[in-house]
Nanobody
Framework: QVQVVESGGGLVQPGGSLRLSCAASGSIFSIYNMGWYRQAPGKQRELVAGLPNSGNTYYADSVKGRFTISRDGAKNTVYLQMNSLKPEDTAVYYC????????????????WGQGTQVTVSS
């Protein structure tokens, strides 16, 4: 069993900053990718940023230059530093962890956190 827990959401004014954290724990053999998605009311979930083991980060065009994703491999943790926040960044942010759970099984699985609300409003 793998648990993924996000934290750090909240209410912030336009132009402000927030830092989201996500920690994966449990029966993890190896993690090969972690990232962040978001879902605004009435919209589909979208990929915001991803950071696989290759180090090739991905950012959605809408957040490039404002958001930074980073990982602490020793802690199975991923962070999302969000600067210059805009009202359109308002959404529930979900962390994903793609991991293998045992050495004998090369299949990887995607695990999700419960989500953390980010609201950008004056």
């Amino acid at each position: 069993q793998v648990q993924v827990v996000e934290s750090g959401g909240g209410l912030v004014q336009p132009g402000g900053s927030l830092r989201l954290s996500c920690a994966a724990s449990g029966s993890i053999f190896s993690i090969y990718n972690m990232g962040w998605y978001r879902q605004a009311p009435g919209k589909q979930r979208e990929l915001v940023a991803g950071l696989p083991n290759s180090g090739n980060t991905y950012y959605a065009d809408s957040v490039k230059g404002r958001f930074t994703i980073s990982r602490d491999g020793a802690k199975n943790t991923v962070y999302l530093q969000m600067n210059s926040l805009k009202p359109e960044d308002t959404a529930v942010y979900y962390c994903n962890c793609d991991a293998r759970v045992e050495a004998s099984n090369t299949r990887s699985y995607r695990y999700w956190g419960q989500g953390t609300q980010v609201t950008v409003s004056s």
